[in-house]
């Protein structure tokens, strides 16, 4: 028993999100993408990361006109891939993140939410 609870311990900062969502993300299903939302809201070993990532978008970065052509699944799957291994996706998945109002509601916005509240000089954070 006690192994478990290590092995949960160990892996608590490490993917945790059911294959089902994030199948049903990569395709587009909304009841996954609100999950994943609403997931992304409250978990913070896989909001940090995200926010740390998205928040080094430069806006000139969002508003260059050749974004390349990048379908949402291949967006989707690279921020997945990076909450599971750390690694960075390519500036262009990221930029489509940001950018498509598909991908922007459950991956952007919980970070988005967050990064406008540390931001805000009155909000110590210290809340609760
Ligand atoms: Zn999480
Ligand atoms: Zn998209």
Same mark, same amino acid.
């Given at each position: ?5 290590? =092995? ?11 294959? #089902? /969502?994030?199948?049903?993300? $990569? ?12 997931? +992304?809201?409250? !978990? @913070?070993?896989?909001?940090?990361? =995200? *926010?740390?990532?998205?928040?080094? +978008?430069?806006?000139?970065?969002? &508003?260059?006109?050749? +974004?390349? #052509?990048? &379908?949402?699944?291949?967006?989707? @799957?690279?921020? %997945?891939? %990076? ?7 390519? +500036?262009? =998945? $990221?930029?489509? *993140?940001?950018?498509?109002?598909? !991908?922007?509601?459950? %991956? ?7 990064? /406008? =509240? ?11």
């Amino acid at each position: 028993m006690s192994e478990l609870k290590d =092995l949960a311990s160990q892996t608590a900062a490490t993917w945790h999100i059911p294959d #089902q /969502v994030r199948v049903g993300v $990569l395709a587009g299903i909304e009841e996954h993408e609100r999950w994943l939302q609403a997931h +992304l809201l409250s !978990c @913070n070993d896989c909001r940090a990361p =995200l *926010i740390d990532l998205l928040g080094k +978008l430069a806006k000139a970065e969002l &508003t260059r006109p050749e +974004l390349a #052509q990048v &379908t949402c699944s291949e967006a989707r @799957n690279a921020i %997945f891939h %990076f909450l599971e291994t750390g690694r960075e996706p390519a +500036l262009d =998945l $990221l930029r489509h *993140i940001v950018t498509c109002e598909l !991908c922007a509601e459950p %991956f952007y916005e919980p970070a988005k939410a967050r990064v /406008v =509240l540390e931001h805000d000089p009155d909000d110590t954070g210290e809340a609760g």
